[in-house]
């Protein structure tokens, strides 16, 4: 790791939220039933915040920033199932900070299941105020609303962008990745490839760089389940770039990481029949539990490159696992069925 990225690391404000390191899991089970090569899951979906997930890496750093500035309060934006948005609620309650979630109806889904359930439920449980709004027009209306109103009665709010993804919260996965290469060096690990699913960007951003960072050589395959390959990609281009200038390290080789969008179906929080059957499988062989919007949209495109044979059999891919379990139960119909 370069010296300079190791000391910009260490000097940035940062509040733990999270178990770590997570375990890296091999699904030998999975494996028996359908060959290939070997699967490990990164398990952040256990990082410890009101049910896990890929997020509270993120918020550890993006929070150290916000007490750091003397904040005392928190807004950020996701769609109605944000698991980013459960997660800001979870570390606020932790640190005492009020939050603010304004949450987009992203998805065509009106029934109680998804209005009621879920992250939603979670969102109340853990004391958010939920500002439910149309599309992204009304999302920046109500967030200069609330701003507003919180500095004319002296509240200091700390801005999140969705998803935590800026080149603060990419520290976060930047770190995780060097969690995650030790892990491999100790399991004597040989890494065809990382796989991850993307809507931000911002985890990718910080496997990519990471991964680089500690030498680590397996491509990095970044799964879009939020926006199309060619807008994914840019999203993640840009904030590669960005974090390498804060870490005052190299960019890493555009070689390295390939995005897809093969996994996204007909658009993002609509099911697909490949995402049902990872979650599936991977719930009947490992114990282990996907969502529908995210994870399990990733595995089923990790089953799909195991299928048409473009992963070396006799050496290691890593899924990195990102939670979003709490989906499972605004999706409760589909699985009914």
């Known amino acids: 790791m370069s010296e300079a990225a190791r000391n910009f690391l260490a000097a940035q404000p940062r509040v733990i939220l999270g178990h770590w390191p997570t375990p890296l899991q091999p699904c030998d089970r999975m494996r028996e039933q359908l060959g290939g090569p070997r699967i490990w899951l990164k398990r952040d979906d256990c990082s410890g915040l009101a049910i896990?997930?890929?997020?509270?890496?993120?918020?550890?750093?993006?929070?150290?920033?916000?007490?750091?500035?003397?904040?005392?309060?928190?807004?950020?934006?996701?769609?109605?199932?944000?698991?980013?948005?459960?997660?800001?609620?979870?570390?606020?309650?932790?640190?005492?900070?009020s939050c603010?979630?304004?949450?987009?109806?992203?998805?065509?889904?009106?029934?109680?299941?998804?209005?009621?359930?879920?992250?939603?439920?979670?969102?109340?449980?853990?004391?958010?105020?939920?500002?439910?709004?149309?599309?992204?027009?009304?999302?920046?209306?109500?967030?200069?609303?609330?701003?507003?109103?919180?500095?004319?009665?002296?509240?200091?709010?700390?801005?999140?962008?969705?998803?935590?993804?800026?080149?603060?919260?990419v520290l976060g996965y930047v770190q995780a990745t060097l969690e995650l290469a030790e892990q491999v060096t100790a399991l004597g690990l040989d890494l065809d490839s990382i796989l991850v699913a993307a809507s931000t960007a911002g985890?990718?951003?910080?496997?990519?760089?990471?991964?680089?960072?500690?030498?680590?050589?397996?491509?990095?395959?970044?799964?879009c389940v939020y926006e199309p390959a060619s807008v994914t990609g840019a999203e993640l281009d840009s904030l590669v770039a960005a974090t390498a200038a804060d870490l005052g390290c190299a960019l890493a080789d555009r070689s390295t990481w390939s995005v897809s969008d093969a996994p996204l179906g007909e658009g993002y929080g609509i099911p697909t029949h490949a995402g049902q059957a990872a979650i599936d499988l991977l719930a009947t062989t490992e114990g282990v539990l996907l969502d529908p919007v995210y994870t399990g949209k990733a595995f089923g495109y990790l089953l799909d490159l195991i299928a048409q044979g473009q992963l070396d059999e006799q050496r290691d891919v890593v899924f990195v696992h990102t939670g979003g379990s709490p989906g499972l139960f605004a999706y409760g119909p589909i699985f009914a069925e």
Do not use: M
């Not at 005392?72 to 570390?91: C, K």
């Not at 979670?122 to 149309?134: M, P």
């Not at 951003?205 to 395959?221: C, D, E, H, K, S």
């Open 52 to 97: 896990g997930g890929n997020k509270t890496r993120k918020l550890e750093f993006l929070l150290g920033k916000a007490l750091a500035e003397g904040c005392d309060g928190v807004i950020t934006f996701g769609a109605l199932q944000s698991n980013h948005a459960r997660q800001t609620a979870a570390a606020c309650a932790k640190l005492g900070l």
């Open 100 to 169: 603010d979630l304004i949450l987009t109806r992203a998805v065509p889904r009106s029934d109680e299941f998804y209005t009621g359930s879920g992250n939603v439920l979670l969102d109340r449980l853990l004391g958010a105020h939920l500002h439910i709004v149309e599309d992204s027009d009304a999302a920046f209306e109500k967030f200069a609303e609330l701003y507003e109103a919180a500095q004319e009665s002296g509240q200091s709010l700390f801005g999140i962008v969705p998803g935590g993804s800026d080149s603060t919260g």
């Open 203 to 223: 985890t990718a951003a910080g496997i990519v760089l990471g991964a680089a960072i500690a030498n680590l050589n397996a491509q990095v395959r970044v799964a």
